[in-house]
């Protein structure tokens, strides 16, 4: 079983940063892909940011091309999205995702969950 912890969401204003962390425990993710993804009231849950297992396969979202960025760190067992010149658009819960096989945008393919972390972005 992979337990996965995020963490680093804040309140910020428009066009400032910030990075959310996701620990893995349980067993290490340095074999899994994994994904950001976010959930806006009354909208269903998106994907964000995804990774493979080496973390040279990468693919983003539209809207946060060019001011995301996710990184991993298979020696903390840990991976990042680093979130620049942030929108009030980008008002979410985010939450982090691993799976066993190969990179995928679909939140519904990914088998281990962390709880959620709050990003709120006022104007």
């Known amino acids: 079983q992979v337990q996965l912890v995020e963490s680093g969401g804040g309140l910020v204003q428009a066009g400032n940063s910030l990075r959310l962390s996701c620990a893995a425990s349980?067993?290490?993710?340095?074999?899994?892909?994994m994904g950001w993804f976010r959930e806006a009231p009354g909208k269903e849950r998106e994907f964000v940011a995804v990774?493979?297992?080496?973390?040279?396969?990468?693919r983003y979202v539209d809207s946060v091309k060019g001011r995301f960025t996710m990184s991993r760190d298979t020696s903390k067992n840990t991976i990042y999205l680093q979130m620049n010149s942030l929108k009030p658009e980008d008002t979410a819960l985010y939450y982090c995702?691993?799976?066993?096989?190969?990179?995928?945008?679909?939140?519904?393919?990914?088998?281990?969950w962390g709880q959620g972390t709050q990003v709120t972005v006022s104007s």
């Open positions: 995702a691993a799976r066993r096989d190969g990179a995928s945008w679909l939140p519904y393919e990914y088998k281990y």
């Open positions: 990774t493979d297992w080496s973390g040279t396969n990468r």
């Open positions: 349980g067993r290490s993710v340095s074999s899994y892909a």
